[in-house]
């Protein structure tokens, strides 16, 4: 089962320089990155500058209309009113099967803010406990994941969150 979680950085740049970190222990066989994507939001901008991870090798790979479907409700969907809010709304389900819901996208709306970044993993294959140690002194805060509650309580507890 894929696993999509969603870390936020302090800075704009720190999503990416993450990516970098977690593309060099899929390199080690770690984790398998299946694919990702990155929002920075730079203080003093209107909206977030979001970028998805070019990953032609991942079997499986999500195309960029996910990625933009998901961005334009987590982002841009509430500058436009309630009618077109609706409209997303019923294209919400389409995510239900990677384990976004509407608490999902409310607690990402509400983390990711200007100044702050954020990355969108979806990955397999994880060896936790070497994911955990490459990471441990990476300063990050683990917003949402799709794994189950005990998963999610334990990843927590592992990064300190």
Same mark, same amino acid.
């Given at each position: 089962?894929?696993? &999509?979680?969603?870390?936020?950085?302090?800075? =704009?740049?720190?999503?990416?320089? @993450?990516?970098?970190?977690?593309? @060099?222990?899929?390199?080690?066989?770690?984790?398998?990155?299946?694919?990702?994507?990155?929002?920075?939001?730079?203080?003093?901008?209107?909206?977030?500058?979001?970028?998805?991870?070019?990953?032609?090798?991942?079997?499986?790979?999500? !195309?960029?209309?996910?990625?933009?479907?998901?961005?334009?409700?987590?982002?841009?969907? =509430?500058?436009?009113?309630?009618?077109?809010?609706?409209? @997303?709304?019923? &294209?919400?389900?389409?995510?239900? !099967?990677?384990?976004?819901?509407?608490?999902?996208?409310? *607690?990402? *709306?509400?983390?990711?803010?200007?100044?702050?970044?954020? &990355?969108?993993?979806?990955?397999?294959?994880?060896?936790? !406990? *070497?994911?955990?140690?490459?990471?441990?002194?990476?300063?990050?805060? &683990?917003?949402?994941?799709?794994?189950?509650?005990?998963?999610? !309580?334990?990843?927590?507890?592992?990064?300190?969150?």
């Amino acid at each position: 089962m894929n696993t &999509l979680t969603v870390l936020k950085f302090s800075t =704009p740049e720190g999503a990416q320089e @993450m990516l970098n970190k977690i593309y @060099m222990m899929q390199n080690k066989e770690l984790i398998t990155v299946v694919d990702a994507a990155t929002v920075s939001w730079p203080e003093g901008k209107k909206a977030p500058k979001t970028k998805q991870a070019v990953n032609l090798t991942g079997a499986g790979a999500l !195309d960029g209309a996910f990625w933009g479907m998901l961005f334009g409700l987590l982002f841009f969907i =509430p500058g436009f009113g309630l009618a077109i809010g609706a409209a @997303m709304g019923a &294209l919400s389900g389409h995510f239900a !099967d990677y384990g976004i819901d509407d608490n999902f996208i409310k *607690r990402v *709306r509400s983390e990711v803010e200007p100044g702050t970044s954020a &990355l969108f993993l979806m990955t397999t294959n994880a060896v936790v !406990d *070497r994911v955990v140690g490459e990471l441990k002194d990476t300063e990050f805060e &683990l917003v949402s994941t799709n794994l189950t509650k005990e998963q999610e !309580d334990e990843l927590r507890s592992a990064f300190g969150a």
